[in-house]
């Protein structure tokens, strides 16, 4: 998906713990993750990376971060926050998101699903991070508890 076309509508999602598990668990379906293990361990991974990047909550924004300052960000955007800042759950920047966007979930850079779906295709593409998520605690370490590191 072109970069122009995220939106950046701050909905009234849920945060907590519970309703993020409920996210995963929708960004998994898009992503057509079927078997319990590999969900199992996706899920876990998630909950642990999205309590470290945004405290579960949908609308957290990074606006301190090497992304939140030029030369990465550059101009704001509709929500009043730079181009570049990283936002929602998984703390998605725009580029990122766009580029591994989850066809059939929304272009709303805050929409719970989409960000996490995307995010998980970002850890698949960029890192592989292996399909099943057997590797993702190995390659990923901001999916470990206790560990706060970026990647």
């Keep these: 998906m072109p970069v122009d076309q995220v939106t950046y509508d ?6 907590g713990e519970d309703a993020t598990r ?20 996706w899920t876990e991974a998630y909950l642990t990376l ?11 924004i990074n606006d301190w971060d090497v992304n939140a ?5 550059t101009y704001n955007v509709s929500d009043g926050y730079g181009n570049g800042c990283s936002r929602g759950l998984a703390q998605c920047v725009p580029g990122t ?13 805050y929409d719970p699903v989409a960000n996490i779906a995307a995010s998980m295709n970002y850890l698949e ?10 590797d993702i605690r190995a390659k990923i370490p901001q999916t470990n508890p206790g560990t706060h590191q970026g990647y």
């Design 10 to 15: 701050k909905g009234s999602w849920p945060s």
């Design 22 to 41: 409920n996210y995963i668990n929708q960004a998994l379906d898009q992503r057509g993750v079927t078997d319990p293990a590999a969900r199992q361990r």
């Design 50 to 60: 999205t309590e470290h990047e945004s405290s579960y909550n949908p609308m957290a």
């Design 69 to 73: 300052k030029p030369p990465n960000s």
């Design 97 to 109: 998101f766009a580029q591994y966007h989850q066809p059939g979930t929304s272009n709303n850079i």
């Design 125 to 134: 593409g960029y890192y592989h991070v292996a399909p099943d998520g057997s």
